[in-house]
């Protein structure tokens, strides 16, 4: 800004010394002018002065009316030139930012994505995408990292044998194994507020989209850190709901039996200690001994558990996430698995994964914010063996 001014006033000052040295050139030029007259042609005095006079006023009208005009050009194109540097300025610095309140803010970032879209649909679509994460009391979380690998095995291990439904082989076994970072943007958050940390298994894809969208009518699901669908047969279901009822004790022994749930936050172990069932689900809460005061946390979620053949697996991204990589890896001597991908539609790596690749599907986008609701869907079906 300071070496635009000292431009300025060496434009001016340059502006005025062209139009002296004008001046006093065309001076000369009438004096040296009507003296040659005089002499020739018996000029007197008198004539002379009010011919140099008269003209003179003429040359300086013109030399006064260029100059006021020339400033006025050159302190427009000025003015422009400190419109851009502020601009820089506060493009560039947030401190200055932060002297304009929120609504300033809000109208300058319209007025940037307008001359950028040059369309008001479009600005409209993306300010209203926008608004919904520059609103911190409404921005809940966000994922800096999300690493989520499935693997798929047949048949179940013999710990499953009194299930029902393993006998009949109408399960496979999928085996978990999830990490992210979460960092939270509210003063009261849910999920990772408390030392007492909850994991819900919904019975359908109803109660599972509830849990995930923290929208379940039942308040616990809401405030699950991971949910996920328990598909088995209704006898199944009815088999652990009798469990749960009969003994509830033995029932925490079978569930950890069934899923061997391991969770860990920023490190810590997690102790099961308490399982509640739903009509809808069931909700197993965990002590973490962590600190639960901090808005940043590293999850690590370890499970398995059965699940019915010909049902569709969805890997959500519920909230914004940062170069998701989600690994499916399955038998293809045993199963067919078709994948379809609705995460960012223009990355290779997002093509790649609608694609067989000797039982595995790789999907790493990297250095990209993936944003809710979005993710993968597989379905998968056992393959007839004859």
Known sequence: ??????????????????????????????????????NKYDYDLDSLVHDIIGNLIGVLAAFILFDIVYNKLTQDAYSKDVSKQITKTLMGDSDTLNVFTDEDKKSFLASTVSSITKDDDCTEMILD????????????????????????????????????????QAYYLIQENLEFESKYYTDNFEGLSNKEVKIGFAFNKKSLDGGLLESHKEADFSKC?????????????????????KDKQQFIELYDKLFS????????LGELKDINFYEDGMIATYY??????LNEHSVKIIFHMPRLWNTIFE???????????????????????????????????????????NGLFDISIKNEWIYPKSGVVFHVKKKNLS
Do not use: W
């Open 315 to 357: 890997v959500t991204l519920i909230d914004p996430t940062n170069s998701p990589q989600i690994t499916f890896d399955y038998m293809p001597s045993e199963m067919n698995v078709s994948a379809y991908s609705y995460l960012n539609k223009n990355t290779s790596s997002n093509q790649d994964a609608l694609e067989d690749k």
């Open 129 to 168: 995408n926008i608004n919904k994460y520059v609103d911190t009391k409404k921005l809940s979380r966000i994922r800096k990292s999300f690493r989520y690998v499935i693997t798929l095995t047949h048949p179940l291990p013999r710990e499953y044998d009194e299930l029902p439904g393993s006998l009949d």
């Open 261 to 268: 749930f391991i969770l860990r936050i920023d490190g810590q």
């Open 225 to 245: 850190i991971f949910n996920e669908d328990l598909k088995v047969t209704q006898d199944a279901l009815q088999y652990l709901q009798d469990a749960f009822e």
């Open 1 to 38: 800004m300071a070496e635009n001014k000292k431009k300025n006033k060496e434009t001016i000052i340059g502006t005025g010394k062209a139009t002296t040295i004008l001046i006093l050139s065309s001076l000369l030029i009438i004096v040296v002018g009507y003296f040659y007259l005089a």
């Open 288 to 293: 973490v001994d962590y600190d639960c005061s």
